[in-house]
């Protein structure tokens, strides 16, 4: 079976433009989860979903990012007006349900914003 | 949430058995110990969990005494491709699990 996939893998924009990320999570999986990781460190929560219903947006860094899960299964991670200091490498993982599941993680989508 | 804290680099040979430990002082009745390994350019990859004494698979063994203070993770007689970074988290039960990570410790696996 398909693991959690991410698209773009790599994303380059110009400062102030909007970017979207996608990530498609494991089929059947019901929760979904989005981390930022910086380069020589862990990743840090953003934001959850459990099916199409966002839990936690306690991680997100401001206003300019925005997170949906519409129909519980594909998500959307959106950054407004990007700034340079988003540039980072965008992850996600999906878990069967909330709990102490385990956490599948994709490969990634690194942004930089030039 | 319990704040974990491991070594952040440790050199080993391949065929040796290499354990890092994590502290965590401050977990919670409620709180599993879990571990994930990262190689580079890709997503953390867990590897085992276990709440207390000792827990087996095919990967590693992780040994947590009963205070729950700290737990070790066991790789036994590791391979080059064993090189990686290590997180020790601790994971709350219940509903919003999002997972905290720390800076890891990069194993080197030399010849």
Redesign the interface.
Known sequence: GAGVSQSPRYKVTKRGQDVALRCDPISGHVSLYWYRQALGQGPEFLTYFNYEAQQDKSGLPNDRFSAERPEGSISTLTIQRTEQRDSAMYRCASSLAGGSETQYFGPGTRLLVL | LAKTTQPISMDSYEGQEVNITCSHNNIATND?I?WYQQFPS?????II?GYKTKVTNEVASLFIPADRKSSTLSLPRVSLSDTA?Y?CLV??????????????TRLMVKP
């Open positions: 599993y879990t890709q997503g953390p990859r867990f969990q970074v997180y994971v709350p039960t219940g509903a919003g699990n999002m997972l905290t990570f720390g800076g890891g």
